[in-house]
Nanobody, 124 residues
Framework: QVTLVESGGGLVQAGGSLRLSCEVS????????IAWFRQAPGKKREGVSC????????IYADSVKGRFTISRDSNKNIMYLQMTSLKPEDAAVYFC?????????????????WGQGTQVNVSS
């Protein structure tokens, strides 16, 4: 059983930065790809980023390219999402999720494991 726990959300001014953490237990980040999703009130859940486990390949949604960076600390088994130049439209609950495979899959595919989410608010 894999457990994902997000942290690091909060309130930040537009243009500011936050770093979200996804602590993974039950399996190693060396074996599982991890993705970040977000969902704002009244909107569909959106895939934000993903990192392959084996080759380090990263994927970003067009809306966050150049502003967000996904990375991992294998020693701590934590996947990070560094968010910079935040905009009010980035405000959402952010979730990390694992597809249960080594490689990232399309965001529309079924993801096996989910965290509980962390709230990000961006003031204008």
């Amino acid at each position: 059983q894999v457990t994902l726990v997000e942290s690091g959300g909060g309130l930040v001014q537009a243009g500011g930065s936050l770093r979200l953490s996804c602590e993974v237990s039950g399996n190693s980040l060396d074996y599982y790809a991890i993705a970040w999703f977000r969902q704002a009130p009244g909107k569909k859940r959106e895939g934000v980023s993903c990192r392959d486990a084996l080759n380090g390949r990263t994927i970003y949604a067009d809306s966050v390219k150049g502003r967000f960076t996904i990375s991992r600390d294998s020693n701590k088994n934590i996947m990070y999402l560094q968010m910079t130049s935040l905009k009010p439209e980035d405000a959402a609950v952010y979730f990390c999720a694992a597809p249960g495979s080594h490689y990232c899959v399309p965001f529309s595919y079924r993801f096996e494991y989910w965290g509980q989410g962390t709230q990000v608010n961006v003031s204008s």
